[in-house]
């Protein structure tokens, strides 16, 4: 299993060092939660910052876009140094365009969907993007409980896959660690994004270590 800690859970005061730390510790992606107090209860930070940090480390930067427009912002995270571009399904934007407008940057992009939308909002999309990151709380904040009953929209998102032909990442995000990592193994997932598991550990490379192993 890939690990990517959410940097949500960092201490923002010094978070290049807390990239540089997870870096160390062997995650093999950083995951960054870009919210926009719209689309989400919550804000973070924007493109500016993550352009700041990109010089920490040369892992992957997994940008996950909680925001409403994220066709409007696709270019600026480009610029910023993001390796992966997810957006939300139930963005405002138009998915076909902002897809094409992350890959025309050399971008891979991905589809997020919240815990109410179903597997199939993804099926028009799966040929023309990278990767299907699956919301295991609802989006906005670290540290929720991790829903079990997210699992079964995996399969349905594999089998489609299967059926079609593609190849096809799949990630999880939100309340995953020791407790709930072997369930999300179980069910085929490529990459889990941990935030609290991994930031709140008295040792993180043990911490990744363990979650990596399954
Ligand atoms: C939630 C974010 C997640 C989350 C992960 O909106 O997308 O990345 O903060 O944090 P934990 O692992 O603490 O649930
Ligand atoms: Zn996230």
């Not at 010094?14 to 990239?19: F, P």
């Not at 138009?94 to 890959?103: G, L």
């Not at 997020?112 to 028009?124: D, G, H, L, R």
């Amino acid at each position: 299993m890939k690990i990517a800690p959410s940097l949500l859970s960092c201490d923002f005061s010094k978070m290049g060092e807390e990239i540089v730390r997870m870096d160390k510790a062997g995650a093999d992606w950083m995951h960054l939660d870009v919210m926009d107090g719209h689309f989400v209860p919550n804000i973070t930070f924007g493109a500016p910052v993550i352009k700041t940090v990109r010089k920490y480390t040369d892992k992957p930067f997994d940008v996950h876009l909680m925001i409403s427009d994220p066709l409007k912002y696709a270019d600026d995270f480009a610029d910023a140094g993001a390796d992966i571009i997810t957006f939300h399904v139930e963005c405002d934007s138009d998915i076909d365009k902002t897809i094409d407008k992350i890959r025309s940057r050399g971008v891979k992009p991905g589809l997020v969907i919240k815990p109410n939308t179903p597997a199939s909002a993804v099926f028009p999309y799966l040929d023309k993007i990278d990767l299907v990151l699956v919301m295991t709380v609802e989006p906005g904040f670290g540290g929720q409980s991790f829903m079990a009953d997210m699992l079964p929209k995996v399969k349905e998102i594999k089998d489609e896959c299967k059926r079609r032909g593609i190849d096809m990442l799949i990630e999880a995000d939100g309340g995953i660690g020791d407790a709930t990592i072997e369930q999300a193994a179980n069910a085929g997932i490529d990459v889990c994004v941990a935030g609290t598991a991994v930031f709140k550990a008295d040792n993180a490379a043990e911490a990744i270590a363990k979650l990596q192993s399954y």
